[in-house]
């Protein structure tokens, strides 16, 4: 049903955008195409269970559904110069359409971009701010996005506010934020996280009962540290806790199966990763998702039926929703197909979605304020 569902988010990506040295396995080519695909991870890898793996599988299945060559590399540290090298040593094998996923890629892609026009680079989460940043870091404050580059983000405001909205209405009222590092697209998510919540505490006249601890792990994995911190977020009564960043997921887990709590994913529909790596069939009660997989799949179908110059040839795109009718098919959107919440139905999930869609729900993507809110809020000081 996730092929479905992915494939329901293609067509919807075609319609909307007119729409390391590491060895991965490599597709071997039959076709008469000249299109060779490469993905670069950023600085986690293609095991994350997160935005990494999801990139990888994407491309991936890409590759071996057209008979495309398809290689992952995988820098060999978390560093510019080393994403970078990846990116060289890619091209000097031959693979000219290169994936990459995450923020990080912004100062790789204003180095080598435009030395590399042939090079066609497709950017997950990597937004004009990111760009322009590290051109003005690169002294070149008048860059211009080549056209061998095409941008994607996403309104995870979106995507937070239904999982805050959902897990009220299903009734926790002792919440928890756990970001990676606070960039843009982790802020997002939990802003949107914090007004769902509060709308949802406004409607069931429980804003004195509901509460969020919110905090930045610092990184975007788990550790002792972390997993530390969020042991004592439990032990005092936190019920569920959003994970957003990469691995750092691993540290709220642990420490909610210890409490019996309950956790929320991102990025992807993370359920069944977490039940096979904690025996917790309930332990991850929905996940906050984006249409990273279908960006690929739609995109690297762009390049194959010649539409790079006129659908994405130097754009940035955000993608949110685009359908008030059928969330699957939205690039924000929580996951119907492993659904476990009984008071928040899947029609109140719909019903939610057409709010948002027709505006009569309205949810900001400041990242630099903190929402204003009737439910307590606390921040916390970063773990690292």
Sequence with gaps: MKKKILSLLMVAALAVTGLTACGGKDNKSGSDSDVKIAMITDSGDITDMSFNQTTYEAADKF????DIDFKYYKPTENSDEARIASFQNAVADGYNVIVVPGYLFAPMI???ADTNPDVKIIALDVSEFDITDAAEKANKKDYKM???????TYSEELAGYMAGYAVV????TKLGFLGGVAVPAVIRYGYGYIQGANAAAVELKKTADVQINYVYGGDFAG????????????????EIVFACGGGIYTSACEAAKA???KVVGVDTDQSGVIKDSYGVDDLC????????????TATLQGVLDGKWDSDYAGKFSNLGLVSGDDPSLNYVQLPTETWQMKNFT???YKALVAAMYNGDVKVSNDTENAPTTEIKVEYFDNIK
């Design 63 to 66: 590759g071996k559904d057209h």
């Design 110 to 112: 204003v180095n080598v």
């Design 146 to 152: 080549p056209s061998n580059v095409c941008c994607f």
């Design 169 to 172: 209405k299903e009734g926790y």
């Design 223 to 238: 550790d002792p540290a972390i997993t530390a911190v969020m042991d004592t977020w439990y032990k005092g009564g936190t």
């Design 259 to 261: 409490a019996n709590g």
């Design 285 to 296: 009660v929905t996940s906050a998702m984006k249409g990273l997989a279908a960006t690929v």
């Design 346 to 348: 899947v029609d109140d």
